[in-house]
């Protein structure tokens, strides 16, 4: 079957998590197509399935991810969805309802957290400081959760034919 993830990150956790679960998915035989939303601006949704991925920075879903949800809803509506976030509040199920319209998630075959990490070199000082305040650490934090994303891929693959 062919997938897109279409996804759009800020720091490259999104972007990471994405590949992996790309790879997930072709193992299990699917054609699956990344699309970065800050490089594609315009995207044609010709897939049998459309996986969805942003950050949360700052209680707020990445604006380029809700753009593209915006622009494509009636798309993304009638066809077989699957949506995934990156953050770092693991209240996810309540976060999530503030990135992507109810109906939406109401509707998508799979919804997952992917976890998140500190990439402190990607971020500029001003932000870096403040999390590093924040985390109390000048070390790399990883938290990607790979089991949700397995989760997550094995509920796409069983809402495909």
């Known amino acids: 079957m062919k997938i897109l993830i279409a996804y759009a990150t800020r720091f490259g956790t999104t972007e990471k998590c994405a590949g992996m679960l790309a790879e997930i998915l072709k193992e299990k035989g699917n054609e699956v197509k990344l699309m970065d939303l800050k490089k594609n601006k315009s995207v044609k949704i010709q897939n049998d399935l459309v996986v969805v991925g942003g950050s949360f920075v700052a209680f707020r879903m990445n604006a380029i991810v809700k753009r593209f949800v915006k622009r494509n809803l009636d798309t993304l509506l009638n066809m077989k969805t699957g949506i995934f976030m990156c953050g770092a ?3 996810w199920e309540k976060e999530i309802k503030k990135g992507f319209p109810e109906e939406l998630l109401d ?14 070199d990607k971020m500029n000082p001003m932000v870096r400081n403040i999390m590093q305040k924040a985390w109390k650490t000048t070390e790399p934090v ?3 959760n790979i089991e949700n994303i397995r989760k997550f891929a094995e509920e796409i693959a069983e809402a495909l034919p």
């Open 107 to 120: 509707k998508a075959v799979a919804k997952g957290y992917f976890g998140f990490e500190m990439n402190w």
């Open 89 to 91: 509040d693991e209240d």
């Open 142 to 144: 990883s938290k990607i």
